[in-house]
């Protein structure tokens, strides 16, 4: 019996070391299908977004309460954050498409270095929106949870109708954000 099952033991490792890269085409193909495909749920109302003002990297005062009547996307992430690099060229492009159609994107970085770490990043990925730096905002107004990344889509009335917290494709935060712009605008 024992002899039975060493060998099912080495055909089996011989298959996995002979087609792993099937299993990791499979891996990407799921994801890119998810996607192309994602299930996605626009809250039609959701609580308040805490407002806040901090710095942002180019030394202007960010509030989010002085776009309302905007979509924005709040994106918590960390330069350590692997699954951070990869949505981030995602990111850059939506702020280019959807720029005027009243859509801003906004960087809330965790790093304990704050801008120090940041700015590395920002010219690497060429992030044309606004960056800022508070591991207490993050904390303390938007859950008190250290995974990232977490994205937040908040609505033109100022209530967050979508949450994610992982990794976020452009596919599906592209979905969010056609049916939030279609939205009518809030006045200020």
């Not at 792993?20 to 891996?27: K, Q, S």
């Not at 905007?70 to 492009?93: K, Q, R, S, Y």
């Not at 994205?151 to 935060?173: A, C, N, S």
């Amino acid at each position: 019996m024992r002899a039975v099952i060493l060998e099912s033991l080495a055909r089996a490792g011989r298959f996995l070391r002979r087609y792993w890269l099937w299993g990791a085409v499979l891996l990407v193909g799921a994801l890119l299908w998810q996607d192309m495909q994602p299930d996605v749920t626009v809250e039609e109302t959701g609580p308040m977004a805490p407002d806040f003002a901090l710095e942002q990297m180019n030394g202007e005062v960010f509030r989010l309460s002085e776009h309302r009547g905007e979509v924005v996307v709040l994106n918590i992430w960390a330069t350590w954050c692997d699954p951070c690099h990869t949505e981030v060229p995602g990111f850059v492009e939506l702020q280019k498409e959807f720029a005027d159609e009243g859509v801003t994107f906004v960087g809330l970085s965790i790093d304990e270095r704050g801008f120090e770490a940041v700015r590395a990043f920002a010219r690497k990925y060429d992030i044309n929106y606004p960056q800022l730096a508070s591991q207490t905002v993050a904390w303390e107004k938007y859950g008190r949870s250290q995974a990232v990344p977490r994205t937040f889509v908040i609505g033109r009335q100022g209530r967050i109708r979508y949450r994610r917290t992982g990794l976020l494709l452009k596919g599906r935060l592209e979905i969010v954000l056609d049916e939030l712009v279609s939205e009518p605008r809030a006045s200020r």
